[in-house]
Each structure stands twice: as structure tokens, then as C-alpha cells.
């Protein structure tokens, strides 16, 4: 058994889900830490709050609210759990989408200007047909597929400057991000699709449902009652599947992983390098704007039309997706519904306790800084078992009296004859 969890061991994959959970654990004990600190100093909070807060952020998920004496009670908790898968949908996609960039050899900082891009043409299309001329459904593929395509050509701007002019890829995502932000702006701005009929919400854009147009449930609703949660998370699970085959099991994503390697050596292999990284920013910007559009097909949700002044935090929330992921898009899945449900757990401690919901943006924070610092880790883990390795063999050596020969190496001959 022993020699079976030492090879386990000295698997990558194996140091790579170690590191990423040390690095989930040490983020939840800086926000226990956080709120114990805060609930000690606090005048207005007592260390029973501070305990109730604690259990909320490890328990949110499964929170149903305080009795009658006022206790936390924990339970099964359909609408909790469908809210999370809901809010995972957008951040698999955007995950994806670095992920997929990350191991082509390139860092797409841009996914929050592809999410803008891909919810301006998706809500645009939603809104614009008419759904009395077009079937709903029909107008749903439309505008995902549209939704798709904008980001897609978003993504491929970055790609276009790296192949043809070598510029660095972070710096012109940065600036397609901006772009992006003015661009959903103005042409929100100029269109009739603010929502001018409730006088409370004339800042933001109609729901898609105001066009009959919405993401069937398929039978969620009765499995999570009350919740938003539709097939827009088993569309993303789909996608994730069909990302982790195309990248480990075609020709397609082994030359896209080789140009993202060395694209000199993979010119020199015949590869056409410019080629595969326009079309591997291409396809980041495709997953996050699908993330966008799946969002708002919904029809939960209204999108904020004025955003040249910040941009989606969805876009960036991929990037500690991806990296606790370990760039595996199987890994997304679960990551993406990690991070969604610190963010339930964030809401319940608002709503049950006097603490807010920042709390849980600094234990996202502590976790990417120590997602970014993975290698570091990992390398720790190994030295660790190095270590442990050398001093057996030297306890062994010693109890044996002489020197075992190396493995791989014969013992000398004494003579040519012998």
C-alpha cells in the first residue's frame, strides 16, 4: 500500500489538487480568523456571532435560517443550492475560458471585455427579434450562438496583435476590456432597450422573458424550488466536457498546446503557430462570452447598462477558477461551483448575522494569491517527500550494514573472464 501512495505522490496531478486545496483551506481559516478578530473587537458583536458567522461561511450553503429562539439551523436547502448552480454557470465558462488560454501558453486577462461583448449582442438579439415573428427558441439559439461569435472576434483582436506583431497579450486584453466597457456603453446608450417602463430601474436593460424569450428549466425548478438554476448549468457542464476532449484527445488541442509550448518549435514542426494562437484567444473569448450569455438568457436577471466605469467581476472571478482548477477544464466544474458557493455563503452572513458579505471577497482574495503561488507549493510538498525519501534510505542503509547498488546499475566484474 505504502510504495502505491508514494507513486501516487510523485504525480504532478496528485501536488497540483494537494496545493489547491492548502490553498482553500488556508483562505478559510484567514476569514474564520477574520471574523473571530472583528466579533472580538466589536462593540455591537459577541463571540456567539462571531461562532454563527464562522459556521456560515463553512455552511452557508446548507443554511435554512434561524428558529424561533433564534438559533442557525442547517438543513437541505433546495433554493440555496439551485442559486449556486445558477451563479456557477457564468464563472465555469469564464474559468474555461482561462483555462483553455492558459494552456495554449497564453494569459487571457480579456474575459471580462469578451463577457461584455458577448451580453450586448446576446441581449440585442433576445430584445430585437420579435418573438411574434420568430419562435422563443429559435431566437435563444440565435442570440447564444450570436453571443458566441461577438466574443469570439473580441478574443481574437488580442490574438491577432500577439501572432502578427508579438504584442503582449495581457497588455492588449487591457485595453479591449476598456473598449469593450465604452463600446456596451454607448450602444446601450442609443437603443431602446432600457427598461423605462418601471421608473426604479431605468439604469438597467429589459429582461430577455420581456421578449418570451428565457432558458428552459427542464424540470430544475421542482428538483431546487424557488431558485434561479436552469439548464444553463448543464450547458456549461457540456461545454467543459467537450473542452477537456478537444484539448486531450485531438489533433486540434495538441497543436494548440504545442504553439502555446514553443510556437518556433511547433513552426519548425510544420504547425502554423499565428494560426492557432488567434484561433486559442478565439476560443477564450467564445467560452466567456458564453458564460455572458447563458447569464442573461436566463431571464433572471437585468443587466446594468452603464459600465464604462468597472467591468464585470465575472471576467476576472474566472482567472482563481482556472488556477484552483489547475487549468483542468473537468476541474472548472467543481472550482466554478466552489467560488459560487462562498458567494451564497457571503449572502447568508449578510442576512443572518451583522456581518457582510465582504468577508468572503477576502477569502477569494487570500485563495487566488495562494492559487498564484501554486508552484511554490507544490514544490514544498515534493521537497517534503524528498526528504522523508532520503532519510529511509539512509535508515535503511545503516540498519543493512552495506550499501545497496542504485537501481539500473550492475555489480563490477572482478576480471575479463569472470
Known amino acids: 500500500m505504502k510504495p502505491r501512495m508514494s507513486g501516487l505522490m510523485k504525480k504532478e496531478a496528485t501536488r497540483s489538487i494537494l496545493a489547491s486545496i492548502l490553498s482553500i483551506i488556508i483562505g478559510l481559516v484567514v476569514g474564520c480568523v477574520i471574523i473571530l478578530i472583528v466579533g472580538m473587537t466589536s462593540d455591537t458583536l459577541s463571540p456567539s456571532s ?23 439551523t442547517f438543513g437541505f436547502n433546495p433554493t440555496n443550492i439551485g442559486n449556486m448552480l445558477f451563479r456557477a454557470t457564468p464563472l465555469i465558462l469564464t474559468g474555461l475560458s482561462v483555462a483553455v488560454a492558459f494552456k495554449t501558453g497564453l494569459f487571457n486577462i480579456g474575459a471580462p471585455g469578451q463577457y461584455l461583448m458577448g451580453t450586448m449582442v446576446t441581449l440585442m438579439l433576445a430584445l ?12 435563444w439559439i440565435i442570440a ?5 461569435l461577438a466574443g469570439a472576434v473580441w478574443g481574437a483582436i488580442p490574438g491577432l496583435l500577439k501572432a502578427f506583431l508579438n504584442i503582449n497579450e495581457v497588455l492588449a486584453c487591457i485595453m479591449t476590456n476598456w473598449l469593450a466597457a465604452n463600446l456596451v456603453t454607448w450602444m446601450f446608450d442609443i437603443s431602446n432597450f432600457k427598461n423605462v417602463v418601471e421608473n426604479t430601474k431605468s439604469g438597467y436593460i429589459y429582461k430577455t422573458t420581456f421578449n418570451g424569450v428565457a432558458t428552459p428549466k427542464m424540470g430544475l425548478d421542482h428538483l431546487f424550488p424557488n431558485s434561479q438554476v436552469n439548464m444553463g448549468i448543464v450547458i456549461a457542464i457540456v461545454i467543459a466536457i467537450l473542452m477537456y476532449i478537444i484539448m486531450s ?16 518549435a511547433a513552426r519548425y514542426a510544420g504547425i502554423q503557430d499565428r494560426r492557432n494562437i488567434v484561433l486559442s484567444m478565439a476560443i477564450a473569448g467564445a467560452l466567456a462570452a458564453a458564460g455572458a450569455s447563458l447569464y442573461y438568457l436566463s431571464g433572471n436577471t437585468e443587466f446594468y447598462w452603464s459600465t464604462y466605469q468597472s467591468l464585470p467581476s465575472t471576467g476576472f472571478n474566472g482567472i482563481p ?5 489547475v487549468n483542468n477544464p473537468i476541474g472548472v466544474i467543481f472550482t466554478g461551483c466552489f467560488m459560487s458557493m462562498l458567494d451564497i455563503s457571503g449572502l447568508q452572513l449578510t442576512n443572518l ?14 485563495i487566488v494569491y495562494l492559487s498564484a503561488f501554486s508552484l511554490v507549493i507544490k514544490m514544498f ?5 524528498k526528504r522523508k525519501a532520503k532519510a529511509s534510505l539512509a535508515a ?12 539500473g546499475t550492475k555489480p563490477e566484474k572482478g576480471g575479463e573472464g569472470a
Open 50 to 72: 462571531a461562532w454563527d458567522g464562522i459556521r456560515l461561511i463553512f455552511g452557508g450553503l446548507f443554511s435554512t435560517g434561524r428558529d424561533a429562539a433564534g438559533a442557525l
Open 128 to 139: 430585437g427579434i420579435p418573438s411574434e415573428v420568430v419562435p422563443a427558441w429559435l431566437i
Open 144 to 148: 447564444f450562438v450570436g453571443g458566441c
Open 249 to 264: 484527445k485531438t489533433t486540434l488541442g495538441y497543436q494548440l498546446k504545442a504553439c502555446g509550448a514553443n510556437r518556433h
Open 321 to 325: 477558477v482556472a488556477l484552483l482548477a
Open 353 to 366: 448575522t451583522a456581518y457582510n458579505e465582504y468577508i468572503t471577497d477576502v477569502i477569494i482574495a487570500t
Open 381 to 385: 510538498i515534493s521537497g517534503r517527500k
Open 396 to 407: 535503511a542503509s545503516d540498519s543493512g550494514g552495506a550499501e545497496t547498488p542504485p537501481a
